[in-house]
């Protein structure tokens, strides 16, 4: 799936390509109709302003969905997954995006032999055009999938997972850093988030970069923190910003998201 944050007439956006997962929360008011899946997530991007023109309509499959209950004295959450055979964007439904209208393109590493054609027309359009209109890529890769790892080699800014680099025996976000920088492109940004501890980038420069973690008073709901910390980041950068300031804005807006039930009221 791709869709686009909403702007200006005129202005270059974000492109985000991944995925998207319907979540349950367990509150019986916030429970679509049944086989609304589709209409309640479009509805949704439509009340907040996310521009859906490019989203590959799938007409086989379901929409992957994932029951969540969320401790109400943590905040902490245990997720029911009901995957599906729904298939994912495709090389092909990318060819119809209009690279121009884009300043920065972020991908949800998934189905990487698609995603690495992606990025290589991105990489073509970047060669021929401009210095101010070519497009910025980042890259998160979550699930540590061997498959998946080569696409780190492709962003200008790669966010890992606590999980992933876990599962390379890391212990720490600037352990995890250092271990994986060589996988990454020269000049490339490496961001990993950890949790309560904060989180944790290298720059081009090759300079370790910390941001504390800013918890609320209250933790109500950590469901969406991860994407919520990307999703600043890449703003943060996308609008000039350092990347210690980036990273900081990160970490404050995915605590603001963990004292809050879903994501209305975060900014």
Known sequence: MAARAGGAAGERRI??????????ISVVETFPAEDSDTSFIAADFQRRGVDTAHVAWQTRGDVPCACCIVNASSGSRTIVLHDTNLPDVTARDFERVDLSQYKWIHFEARNAAEQEAMLERVERHNLAAAPGQRVRISVEVEKPREELLPLMGRGQVVFISKDLAQHFGYRSAPEALRGLRGRIQSGATLICAWAEEGADAVGPDGKLVHSDAFPPETLVDTLGAGDTFNAAVIFALAEGRTLQDALTFG?????RKCGIQGFDGII
């Open 15 to 24: 492109l985000c390509v991944g995925l998207v997962c319907l979540d349950i």
């Open 251 to 255: 970490c404050r807006i995915a605590g």
